[in-house]
């Protein structure tokens, strides 16, 4: 069972920054896309981000045009450790945010973290 463990979610005001992490097991991070997903109350699981194994000769990013801008994800191979940064926070991100890692057609997610962006 592949564990993907999620933090840093929580209650911020409009225009405010958060910044999500996701530990994947060493074994199958490196090797992974990583990326990050979001559902709100009522919608489908959508895509934020995606950023691409540094085992190519460089990470390729890619983003919603929603966050576009204002959102950054970033992975650090040494911990194992895949990075959302969030800024200029809109109350339309409101959301449980879900890790995933796709490998070798396999897809592993995170429990999800509640991110509420609220005045």
């Known amino acids: 069972q592949v564990q993907l463990v999620e933090s840093g979610g929580g209650l911020v005001q409009p225009g405010g920054s958060l910044r999500l992490s996701c530990a994947a097991p060493r074994n199958i991070f490196a090797f992974s896309i990583m990326g990050w997903y979001r559902q709100a109350p009522g919608k489908q699981r959508e895509l934020v981000a995606t950023?691409?194994?540094?085992?190519?000769?460089?990470?390729?990013?890619n983003y919603a045009d929603s966050v576009k801008g204002r959102f950054t994800i970033s992975r650090d191979n040494a911990k194992n450790t895949a990075y959302l940064q969030m800024n200029s926070l809109k109350p339309e991100d409101t959301a449980v945010y879900y890790c995933n890692s796709r490998i070798l057609g396999k897809n592993y997610w995170g429990q999800g973290t509640q991110v509420t962006v609220s005045s």
């Open positions: 950023i691409t194994s540094d085992t190519a000769s460089s990470s390729t990013t």
